[in-house]
């Protein structure tokens, strides 16, 4: 997949900030219900998206599957007892996936827009860490 130094950048940013809070959070996931907590998680990540991309129904439907999807292929290997270096890799070319999904999902103008809220985001939550 050849992304532009910019997306790279956000990948990497994301890929950090992400293992992060995992470190943190990953705990509570496993000891209570998993699914029910991703799903959850999914649902308010996809009403975020829809009140600032402007979803049609189907693309909310669509987006909400993605990140579920994502999110527990992420949780899987999160938990997992492989090397950090080999776990940072892998959910590099998990979130690069996921950027590519959702481009197939989003208009163009939507995913840059999701890009760039994506990036503010993971910008915010590694000033508070």
């Known amino acids: 997949m050849n992304f532009s130094r910019k997306y790279q950048q956000i990948l990497v940013v994301f890929t950090i900030s992400f293992l992060a809070t995992a470190a943190m959070v990953g705990q509570n996931i496993t000891k209570k ?39 527990i292929k992420k949780n899987k290997l999160i938990q997992s007892k ?19 999904d959702m481009r ?8 840059e827009r999701y890009l760039a ?3 503010e985001r993971i910008r915010k939550q590694n000033r508070k860490q």
Not at 36 to 59: D, F, G, H, M, N
Not at 89 to 100: A, F, G, N, V, W
């Open 117 to 119: 809220l994506s990036k």
């Open 33 to 71: 219900d998993p699914d029910r907590q991703l799903k959850e998680a999914a649902r308010e990540a996809t009403q975020y998206w829809e009140k600032e991309l402007s979803l049609s129904p189907k693309q909310a439907t669509l987006m909400e599957k993605k990140i579920l999807e994502f999110a």
């Open 104 to 111: 197939d999902i989003l208009t163009h103008p939507q995913y």
């Open 82 to 100: 492989m090397r950090e270096e080999a776990k940072t890799e892998r959910l590099k070319r998990l979130q690069e996936l996921e950027y590519k």
